[in-house]
């Protein structure tokens, strides 16, 4: 079956990147000349999805005014011929048919999820997180739905890290099939050190079979109190066979305030406009370091 959905869990307070995200959603925070979020949803719309499912919370509608026409700045833009402004405007909101589904009460990444089951209803859909930003020649949604054309089966995208991070993710263990497809045996939440031998940590794509919401439904809070992703995941790697892909790219974690600073310089390195410039003077710092 063809997959056509993608759900962004948003609903997070981003406790990360305080007190930058007190009073806006740390998902609008700005690389170069857009918001994260954006990143996000292009990589979706450039992987050829229909639709996007946004898991929200309270304080989250700057996200949904961003990808909403605005009346007033059009009317004005336009008044004042600023035709380029106005339509790189327009095409925000035109990028893709967005919904929202609020998460009530911040249960964890796994509830955020089983939130969207009504609107997912009985197909595979992806799963993107909005902290980790992926720099690749093909998208990496795309990388995994021609890995779903193969198998039909679910898929967590992963990277090999330093063994002392593997704490802070989840972490997939299991054996090579072949370049870059792992078969999934185990998946950990967050283990802590020394409990795993695996460096393969779960990076936020994910390519789930429906079946996972049931799953998800019996899932008791794992690690932090919260009810995990990965623990449903777990349960379904049990059930059907599962695949861990080492996807082409580079990811930044830009809920991090290094991460975010590194995936700055990274996507200001590739703007059309700016990044020559851009380049000259980062060559100049550098030479006074
Ligand atoms: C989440 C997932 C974790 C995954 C990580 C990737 O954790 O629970 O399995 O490895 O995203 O970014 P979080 O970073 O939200 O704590």
Redesign the pocket.
């Known amino acids: 079956m063809q997959v056509r959905k993608a759900v962004i869990p948003v609903a997070?307070l981003g406790t990360r990147f305080l007190p930058a995200s007190k009073a806006i959603p740390k998902e609008m925070l700005t690389i170069v000349d857009r918001p994260t979020i954006q990143y996000i949803v292009e990589e979706v719309v450039a992987s050829g999805i229909d639709q996007i499912i946004l898991v929200t919370s309270e304080g989250k509608s700057a996200i949904e005014n961003h990808f909403d026409y605005n009346f007033e700045l059009d009317t004005i833009l336009k008044e004042k011929n600023k035709m380029d402004l106005c339509e790189q405007v327009c095409n925000v909101a035109n990028l893709i048919d967005i919904v929202s589904v609020r998460q009530k009460k911040p249960l964890g990444?796994g509830h955020a999820i089983w939130t969207t089951r009504n609107v997912i209803g009985n197909e595979p859909f992806l799963v993107l997180?909005g902290?980790?930003l992926v720099q690749s020649k093909v998208p990496c949604c795309q990388q995994m739905l021609n890995l779903y054309g193969e198998v039909h089966e679910s898929i967590v995208a992963i990277q090999h890290v330093p063994k002392n991070e593997t704490h802070?993710?989840?972490v997939v263990e299991g054996t090579a099939l072949r370049d870059r497809v792992y078969q999934v045996e185990r998946l950990i939440?967050?283990p802590p050190p020394g409990t795993t031998d695996s460096d393969m940590?779960?990076?936020?794509r994910y390519l789930l079979k429906p079946d996972i919401f049931e799953l998800l439904e019996k899932t008791t809070p794992g690690h932090g109190g919260e009810i995990?992703?990965?623990d449903a995941l777990l349960a379904l790697a049990k059930r059907r066979p599962m695949y861990a892909y080492e996807f082409e790219g580079t990811r930044y974690?830009a809920?991090d305030k290094l991460g975010y600073l590194k995936a700055i310089i990274a996507f200001a390195l590739q703007h059309p406009v700016l990044a020559t410039e851009f380049r000259r003077h980062i060559k100049e710092v550098a030479a006074d370091l």
């Open positions: 997070g990444l997180l902290d980790d802070q993710y989840g939440e967050k940590a779960i990076i936020g995990q992703l990965t974690d809920g």
